[in-house]
């Protein structure tokens, strides 16, 4: 789903949920709203939100990641566990998520995962690669997989593992995420439109580093844009969404993605839409995690009134004074912050229920957390409550 870590990232304007089996939605229940909230739980983060702590309540979807492939074709289940736990908390996660009523995904592959997929997903090995999918989600305790196949991708390998999955077991819960478009050089995948009719969500990774980029042509932009796509600002959620949809990948099926993360860009831009030349983005997955934002010493604790709020894209961003001294998380000299927060996160929400989308992924849930101790007393899950807020309540 990522550029750092292995991770999460087509159109017919009616629904067709109650037709063939592959259109078939069985988490639709979950929310009243009809709206998704699939939040990514990686092994490698688990002591920032540990299972026991996680607040469900904001959640109608899990998916525990990487589940990766060896060279052999074999699973790889230590999805990068920090503690050395991957199957035991595997296992938990999912049992967590049945109490609670969420339901529960494994998320295969991952930013540089993709060759190993490549070949298991082969014609001459799909099958094999299908059982042990199978056998794993229903031995660790999981409603369905999630097909992060990021790179290396055999387009038509991939519709075929997600049609013959369908067809060997059609109650299972399949989940795609795919690229977010950009408007000057991309277009919908026709492949992937196919691939749209065989899982019950087609997500967009619409966050950096897909939205926001220096040089070429880019002004300075944002992490999760809801809208503002132009040509020197190529991204954005609400045109993404709208060209899958025109292409045939039913509305409902569509979730926007949220990067759990804020990004910094080079001291010499202040604030969104300035020319972009040299330097690079930092910040980002894992080196600034959202809730970190919100950290008692960080810029936004000490530079409150640097607080901006765009009304294009809705959200916010920190534009600090000359001289202070950026987030320590940005890794550079920094002035301009673009972030999420409790009021993007319900504009969101509101949006995708108002348009009839599908809801939204996070990237990851982990980094959604605030520490204890925020700026301004905010609870440790504001950011997970405004989830439930902006999508889940009607």
């Not at 991770?7 to 709206?35: C, K």
């Not at 990487?66 to 199957?87: A, K, R, S, W």
């Not at 031995?139 to 067809?167: C, F, H, P």
Request: charged content about 20%; some cysteine; aromatic content about 8%.
């Amino acid at each position: 789903m990522s550029d750092v870590s292995p991770a999460p990232g087509s159109i017919r304007s009616t629904d067709t949920s109650t037709a063939a089996p592959g259109n078939q939605m069985p988490g639709d229940d979950q929310a009243s709203t009809g709206q998704w909230v699939l939040g990514y739980y990686v092994g490698y983060q688990i002591s920032r939100y540990p299972i026991a702590e996680i607040d469900w309540s904001c959640l109608t979807h899990i998916a525990f990641a990487p589940l990766t492939v060896n060279d052999d074709g074999t699973l790889n289940l230590d999805f990068f566990d920090e503690d050395g736990q991957g199957e035991a908390h595997a296992k938990e996660l999912s049992a967590a998520a049945q109490d609670h009523g969420v339901k529960a995904l494994l998320m295969l592959g991952g930013g540089g995962a993709g060759a190993n997929i490549a070949q298991a997903a082969t014609a001459a090995n799909r099958a094999t690669l299908i059982n042990r999918l199978l056998t794993t989600m229903d031995q660790l305790g999981y409603d369905g997989i999630d097909l992060d196949w990021e790179d290396e991708v055999v387009t038509s390998d991939l519709v075929a593992l997600a049609k013959e999955l369908r067809e060997t077991r059609a109650d299972m819960l399949l989940t795609y995420p795919g690229r977010v478009i950009n408007r000057n050089i991309d277009s919908p995948d026709a492949e992937l439109v196919e691939l749209a009719a065989h899982v019950d969500r087609f997500s967009i990774m619409s966050y950096h580093p897909a939205t926001a980029v220096i040089g070429f042509g880019w002004e300075s932009w944002f992490n999760s844009p809801l809208s503002g796509a132009e040509a020197s600002t190529p991204v954005a959620i609400d045109d993404s969404l709208q060209r899958w949809k025109d292409a045939g990948v039913p509305a409902s099926k569509l979730l926007m993605g949220i990067g759990a993360y804020a990004i910094c860009y080079p001291d010499y831009i202040t604030g969104p839409r300035q020319p972009t030349s040299t330097g690079q983005i930092t910040g980002g997955d894992n080196d600034f995690p959202l809730g970190d934002v919100f950290a008692v010493g960080g810029a936004l604790d000490q530079h409150p009134d640097a607080r901006r709020w765009d009304e294009i894209t809705k959200q916010p961003y920190l534009s600090l004074p000359a001289g202070t001294t950026s987030d320590s998380h940005c890794g550079q000299p920094s002035r301009y912050i673009p972030y999420d927060d409790e009021q993007s996160i319900l504009a969101k929400g509101q949006w995708s229920q108002d348009h009839g989308y599908g809801g939204t992924i996070v990237w990851t849930l982990q980094q959604l957390r605030l520490p204890p101790g925020a700026t301004g007393g905010k609870p440790r899950d504001a950011l997970l409550q405004a989830l439930k807020t902006g999508f889940l309540s009607s």
